[in-house]
């Protein structure tokens, strides 16, 4: 339970970020999405159970202020942590460069689902599309830059709460 909530606490910080972040982009009209940063580090580090807690508890964050329908962040960042669970053993967990290319295949899979499962509500479907490739390679530079410094944020939050490391689960 302590792993969970350490986690969850690390995933409160970057929601707030991340919406500070937008907040100060509208100007550009430009959304930054880091949905795989939500799911990633539980997935890639953590045992399945006290895992996927926190990945649900970071997509009920994400669905508390996001205009989609209640439960669509935690359904979809569930499918997320049990994909990534599944092939994290294919993948050196110490390595950044690994962790980076998980964190953007990721987040281009849940931006890809997220914008199809929405796009029909727009008028001018076509239209939408150049706004949410900008939107993506944005997001995708973002999570290159910050992956690393978040992913030793929640190693060292485990660490300082006194959680045993989880190597093997």
Do not use: E, K
């Not at 997935?43 to 669905?63: E, F, K, N, V, Y």
């Not at 669970?85 to 290319?101: E, G, S, T, Y």
């Amino acid at each position: 339970m302590r792993r969970s909530l350490t986690l969850f606490g690390t995933l409160l910080l970057l929601w707030a970020i991340v919406a500070q972040a937008n907040h100060a982009l509208t100007a550009l009209r430009v959304y930054l999405f880091a949905g795989s940063l939500f799911i990633a580090y539980a997935a890639l580090t953590q045992p399945r159970g006290p895992g996927l807690a926190a990945s649900l508890l970071g997509g009920l964050i994400c669905d508390a202020n996001a205009p989609v329908a209640f439960g669509t962040h935690v359904l979809l960042f569930a499918a997320a942590h049990l994909t990534v669970f599944h092939i994290r053993d294919r993948v050196p967990r110490d390595d950044n460069i690994a962790a980076i290319i998980v964190v953007l295949l990721t987040n281009l899979a849940l931006f890809l689902v997220f914008s199809f499962g929405q796009i029909h509500g727009s008028p001018a479907p076509a239209a939408v599309w150049p706004r949410l490739i900008a939107d993506l390679v944005c997001s995708q530079v973002f999570l290159a830059l910050v992956t690393p410094w978040f992913f030793a944020l929640q190693a060292r939050t485990l660490v300082l709460a006194r959680v045993q490391r989880a190597d093997t689960a």
